[in-house]
């Protein structure tokens, strides 16, 4: 739906399915000897075979690459098709002499040297956002989760804005950025999140319709010229109105395959959970965008390092007591590992590795798990 049809979009909310899935991984294009990026999407898409090609879409940048899964009827057939796609992707790429990484930023790249795929969207996006589209060299993993009723999508997103910031943490992959050590836990949320309009932590609408409703705010954005095309709308949670999905949108690209695997399941779970408390009128404490946006802030700053604030009790807790609590409300199967991705690459940084090094050792992380996956901590 590349026009914004509101119309349409309710009438897709209408038709789809609770429970179904879908994952976009973002993967950086290196040189494999110098592992610095390297502007090869456009060669990869056009030699790979068509069941691969049918998986791949670019992502502003030249030296990024986007795997989806297309849309699973549940979380297992998501991941199976997902697994298919990123064994093919990471096959083709070695056959033409190209790495992948996968963490929220590449650590030393040069933002001033990418290029834009040259598309008409993107042609767009590089216009009307200029500085801000140019400094975005980051990499993330999204998961789509079907919801059916366009005002039940509205109320799980609204329902999740809370839990972004322990997603964040708990995804956290990237502490370097512009050849340094950011002293941060997710460099890419500071550099995308946080320069990006209409991004981040949304309102809480209340729903589709009506005064003060989400189908408002995109009427007026509409009238206004401040969009043309939906995904201008760019926020860490969205109804997705060409699927008829809840996105969630907040993780940083995950070094290992197991970990997108696992984030995957348990953002499935939050949003199958969301739409129960909608259903069963489960009262919602709806804290106010600040609130959200200080735990987002610790999430940035220290990962599961560090403490997040139970903005029911107004008390601090470790980011891994919240991760314990969110599991339990989603009822979701899901293990992760002992570090993230930040803390693996903070370990080794304070070990004093230098920064090569450090990403070198997760470019092999993700080698050794994308491609030949599957190895996974997601149940559910």
Known sequence: MSAIDLDRAEEIFAESVD???????EFAILDPDTLDLAPRFEELRDTAEPELRSHITGELIMSEIEIVSGRGEGLTEALEQQRDARRRLFAHAAGRGVALGATGTHPWSDYREQRFIDTEHYRRVADSLQYVAKRNNTFSLHVHVGVRDADRAVRVC????????????????????????????????QTFTKSFPRCGVPDAFGG????????EYLELLIRTGSIVEYTQVWWSVRPHLSFGT???????????AAESEALAALISGCVLAAARDVDEGVPFADPPPRL????????????MDGELIDLETGRVEPARAAVERLVAWTGCDVTFPELNG???????????????????????????????SPATGARR
């Open 208 to 215: 589709w319709s009506g005064h003060g409703g989400f189908r």
């Open 292 to 303: 959200i946006e200080e735990n987002t802030w610790r999430a940035i700053r220290r990962g």
């Open 158 to 189: 609204d329902r999740l804005r809370p839990v972004l910031p322990t997603l964040l943490a708990l995804s956290a992959s990237s502490p370097y950025v512009d050849a340094r050590d950011s002293g941060l836990h997710s460099a890419r949320t």
């Open 246 to 256: 809840v996105e969630v949108r907040v993780c940083d690209a995950q070094p290992t």
């Open 19 to 25: 429970g179904t899935v879908g994952l976009e991984e």
């Open 342 to 372: 930040a803390q693996r690459q903070r370990r080794l940084i304070d070990a004093g590795a230098p920064m090569r090094d450090v990403f070198a050792e997760v470019v092999g992380e993700t080698r050794a798990t994308y491609a030949g």
